[in-house]
């Protein structure tokens, strides 16, 4: 049992080796990008939200 963990973490590091891992510019541009894609669409939808309820308002009366 414990030499098939050892083999299955040997092989796992044999794989880590092989990944093309971002550089830290690369992900701090990435980190960026998300932060301001979720603010965006933070503000469209509370927009849309407040415009909704205010058609709402309009037609219940």
Do not use: N
């Not at 690369?26 to 939200?49: G, K, N």
């Amino acid at each position: 049992m414990i030499a098939k963990i050892q083999k299955f973490f040997s092989e796992v590091f044999v794989e880590l080796k092989k990944v093309s891992w971002s550089t830290r510019k690369e992900l701090i541009d990435a980190t960026w990008i998300v932060i301001l894609s979720s603010v965006f669409l933070e503000i469209f939808i509370s927009a849309t939200d407040l415009a909704l309820s205010k058609i709402l308002q309009v037609i219940i009366g």
